[in-house]
Each structure stands twice: as structure tokens, then as C-alpha cells.
Nanobody, 124 residues
Framework: QVQLVESGGGLVQAGGSLRLSCAAS????????MGWYRQAPGKQRELVAVMTSGGSTNYADSVKGRFTFSRDNAKNTVYLQMNSLKPEDTGVYYC??????????????????WGQGTQVTVSS
């Protein structure tokens, strides 16, 4: 199995900052991408930022210049530094890993794995 443990959510005033962390563990064979998604009440889950194994990073237009995605490959951990937070950033933030785990003695197929989510609330 692959486990993703998130931390760092909370309540913050508009203009404030939060840092989210997500640590991946388990029988991981390879990771092709890690990212953050969020889901606001009544809305679909949307991409916030994603980093591929090659190091390229893509951000949603709504967070560019405010959020910074970083990754510690040695620890299989990713971070999302969120600055200048706005009320519209409120939602549950989910860590995602796209990769392959060991399936017995062989690597399995590529799949998506999700964390349990962490609540971010930005008050106006």
C-alpha cells in the first residue's frame, strides 16, 4: 500500500500564510508526479499545483505568484507554501501521488493515490 500523510491546514485570516506537507510512504516503486488539489464546498476538486518527476511544476492560474510547491525527493515529501491567502482559497486540500507500487515482486500499474485531506479556511 501507499500512504499519504498530510499536515499543516488550519484557519488563517486573509493575507496570511500556511504551509502544507505531505509525506508518502509504503511500497513505492516509482513516482511520476506529486501534487495538491483542493475542493471547495459545492465545487469539484481542482488542481492547485503538480510537480513531475522531472521537476517541472504547473500551477493553477488562481494561485500563481502566491503558492510555491516544493519537493524533498529523499523523503518523498512535498510542501505547498501558501502566501497572500484569500477567502476563495478555502477548501479541503488533498495530496496526490501518481506512481507505481510494488505488486509482489513486480512493479504494479500506475495509479493515483490520495491523502485524507486537510482543511484550509481563510477568513475575510
Amino acid at each position: 500500500q501507499v500512504q499519504l500523510v498530510e499536515s499543516g491546514g488550519g484557519l488563517v485570516q486573509a493575507g496570511g500564510s500556511l504551509r502544507l506537507s505531505c509525506a508518502a510512504s509504503g511500497n513505492i516503486f516509482s513516482i511520476s508526479a506529486m501534487g495538491w488539489y483542493r475542493q471547495a464546498p459545492g465545487k469539484q476538486r481542482e488542481l492547485v499545483a503538480v510537480m513531475t518527476s522531472g521537476g517541472s511544476t504547473n500551477y493553477a492560474d488562481s494561485v500563481k505568484g502566491r503558492f510555491t510547491f516544493s519537493r524533498d525527493n529523499a523523503k518523498n515529501t512535498v510542501y505547498l507554501q501558501m502566501n497572500s491567502l484569500k477567502p476563495e482559497d478555502t477548501g479541503v486540500y488533498y495530496c496526490n501521488v501518481r506512481g507505481r507500487r510494488w505488486d509482489g515482486a513486480r512493479p504494479g500499474k500506475e495509479d493515483d493515490y490520495w491523502g485524507q485531506g486537510t482543511q484550509v479556511t481563510v477568513s475575510s
